[in-house]
T-cell receptor, first 110, second 113 residues
């Protein structure tokens, strides 16, 4: 079993829809959680960084962490074609290593 | 503009040749990393460095080597001992190891034939 599970999709939504992405994990020691956006042939770009459980909002993006269920989510409101990308979740227990999900590919149709 | 520069963007080599990938950062970060990305897999850590003149193996270090002679530079050498070198290589940096988020460069696509 992988340490971090992420549905690879692909996920296709119409412009303006809410995109919902999630990851589950097995290591209860994880306490720092990140979401990255990666465009084709580019490096990942940090979108959200959260510590412990709870919600964090930044513009159209909301990150949720539920440590009791070992489940994290990213919501994108009012999605735009420019949001079409692969979204990676990542997490760490504070040690040197980040554990990444395999990424979910999202297409927002105009 | 602060950031991480990886060069070249694309690299082609013949099997049996060593090749060095460049990574430079001007973010003044102490920690630097090399990851490998293959289709359908999460990023896998090759090497990381907390400070100058110190580096540690990650999960898939076999067939790779690094150096950290300057704070801003962390080159990766892919040696002929690496069995499947064709991949997308990503360099990253952070303020410190552990709870600090990583910032990535735009990667080098290495193709070995």
């Amino acid at each position: 079993q992988k340490e971090v599970e992420q549905d690879p999709g692909p996920l296709s939504v119409p412009e303006g829809a809410i995109v919902s992405l999630n990851c589950t994990y097995s290591n209860s020691a994880f306490q720092y959680f990140m979401w990255y956006r990666q465009y084709s042939r580019k490096g990942p770009e940090l979108l959200m960084y959260t510590y412990s459980s709870g919600n964090k909002e930044d513009g159209r993006f909301t990150a949720q962490v539920d440590k009791s269920s070992k489940y994290i989510s990213l919501f994108i409101r009012d999605s735009q074609p420019s949001d079409s990308a692969t979204y990676l979740c990542a997490m760490t227990d504070g040690d040197y290593k980040l554990s990444f999900g395999a990424g979910t590919t999202v297409t927002v149709r105009a | 503009d602060g950031g991480i520069t990886q060069s070249p963007k694309y690299l082609f080599r013949k099997e049996g040749q060593n090749v060095t990938l460049s990574c430079e950062q001007n973010l003044n970060h102490d920690a630097m990393y090399w990851y490998r990305q293959d289709p359908g897999q999460g990023l896998r850590l090759i090497y990381y460095s907390q400070i100058v003149n110190d580096f540690q193996k990650g999960d898939i270090a076999e067939g790779y080597s690094v150096s950290r002679e300057k704070k801003e530079s962390f080159p990766l050498t892919v040696t002929s001992a690496q069995k499947n070198p064709t991949a997308f290589y990503l360099c990253a940096s952070s303020w410190r190891i552990g709870d600090s988020p990583l910032h990535f460069g735009n990667g080098t696509r290495l193709t070995v034939t």
